[in-house]
């Protein structure tokens, strides 16, 4: 079934990383300066590649996108001039997860334990967009009535992690203390999303049952907008092993380095660190998109709620990209959504997608690749008129979109006079509307 929905009819080009400074020509295939597979390029009225040296809304009253995909070129309806509306570009930029945080977040804040009331948060799930009408997806969570901080964020950071692991909630959550952490003396630390067994890699760094810690990425230090986690016992079998109050909710890291985790002396503000789940993307089926969530407290009386970010899909990302592709397939026929399995076509757009460590925060988060699956986007929009018909149609708006990887010096935009914003900065600036040329920085 389709994942976007839009009100007029919709054109998505996508180009590879592919820097042209010569010729260029779609008509012979055995002949120089064929396009090349995943390039984008911009045709004049005459088919020939639109060249700002020599060519100009005068002498190409309309012009065409064309994209080598495979071996088949795939042409956009004829642009005019005189029915461009809008034309315009946005650089990539990336997307990120929500995180709040309660209480302590790393600088400031506390747990507050004098209102005497059981302490329960709801975590209300905003970006589903299956929930029926009113409803919320909404989780509670419960601590009893407390004067420790320690006890409130333990207890409810177990609960979390325990519904992340087993029942798919859609955030994690970690503990936070303003203590002082000093980094372990040699031992790696070898720890798996998830689990919450950690093993030290030898008999030097070795914590006891109580001890708190904290776990960052590589090359993060010890500081204390790192997450703590507290040791619950030594593991019975495994050597070196030892079993943490709450799965860890960091990267899989095998050896991660003595200096990116370490023990705290237990300070006396504690906090809840609450993070976005990257949700699974399968294009077609599941959209990508990032999870969004309130957070409401009853009974933490004076406690915060630190907005550290709010969710963002950003400019760009590969996925979505590969989302409008799709779409855009089913206005040529190529995709019936009402068949299942789909119907086997190819696609361009790249949506590999890998971990990025944050080591202000001592975590990992799924984003895709710069320079291979991350896009910036020109954007036409124009009327079309169906004036090569003895009877004419009526006027449609269009919108074509044509996506380059963001890589400096082969995203296809500003290589010559054949790139494509040289072609159509020069030739949307002659129309009626005279378009503003758009900058690297823009797309």
């Known amino acids: ?26 008509q012979n295939p055995n002949a120089t300066g064929y396009i090349a597979d995943g390039e984008v390029v911009v045709l004049a009225s005459d088919q020939s590649v639109y060249d700002s040296s020599a060519d100009s809304f005068s002498s190409s009253p309309w012009i065409q996108i064309a994209q080598r995909s495979g071996n088949e070129i795939l042409y956009s309806p004829r642009i005019y001039g005189k029915y461009l509306i809008a034309y315009n570009g946005k650089e990539y930029t990336a997307g990120q997860e929500q995180i709040y945080e309660v ?36 989780k509670p969570y419960f601590c009893p009535v407390t004067t420790s ?22 955030v994690t959550a970690v503990g936070l203390n303003s203590g002082t952490g000093t980094a372990a003396t040699t031992d790696t630390l070898s720890v798996v999303h998830g689990s919450n067994i950690i093993v030290v ?22 500081g204390t907008a790192i997450p703590c986690y507290t040791v619950k016992e030594a593991h019975p079998t495994i050597a070196n092993a030892f079993i943490l109050d709450s799965p860890y909710a960091g990267p899989t890291n095998t050896a991660l380095a003595a200096a990116s985790w370490g023990f705290v002396v237990e300070g006396a503000s504690w906090g809840i660190r609450f993070t976005g789940k990257s949700l699974t993307y399968v294009r077609d089926f599941f959209s990508f998109m990032r999870t969004r969530f309130t957070l409401t ?24 990209v590969a989302q409008e592709e799709s779409f855009s397939k089913g206005f040529e026929g190529a995709l019936n959504r009402m068949t299942v399995p789909l119907p086997t076509v190819s696609f361009d757009a790249v949506t590999t997608t890998s971990t990025t460590l944050s080591t202000a925060l001592g975590d990992g988060f799924e984003n895709v690749v710069a320079g291979t699956s991350t896009y910036d986007c020109t954007t036409l929009m124009f009327y079309s008129e169906n004036s090569h ?36 900065n020069d030739w949307a600036a002659d129309t009626p509307g005279k378009f503003a040329a758009v900058s690297t920085t823009e797309a």
């Open 149 to 170: 901080g320690k006890t409130v964020v333990k207890t409810i950071v177990s609960q979390v992690m325990k519904d992340y692991v087993n029942n798919g909630a859609q």
């Open 297 to 320: 407290l009853s009974g933490f009386g004076t406690t915060t709620i630190n907005k550290r970010q709010e969710a963002s899909i950003g400019n760009g990302d590969g996925r979505v």
């Open 389 to 424: 018909l003895i009877t004419a149609g009526p006027k449609m708006p269009m919108v074509i979109k044509i996506y380059t990887i963001d890589a400096a010096g082969t995203d296809q935009l500003a290589t010559g006079n054949l790139s494509i914003l040289s072609a159509l």
């Open 201 to 222: 890699s030898g008999a030097t760094d070795v914590p006891v049952a109580g001890d708190i810690l904290r776990i960052g990425v590589t090359g993060s230090a010890v």
């Open 1 to 26: 079934m389709s994942v976007i929905s839009v009100n007029n009819n919709q054109y998505v080009y996508i180009g590879k990383s592919i820097a042209r400074t010569g010729s260029a020509q779609v």
């Open 103 to 138: 209480g302590y977040n790393g600088t400031s804040g506390a747990i507050d334990t004098t209102s005497g009331l059981d302490y329960i948060l709801n975590v209300q799930y905003k970006h589903d967009t299956q929930m029926w009408s009113e409803q919320i997806n909404r």
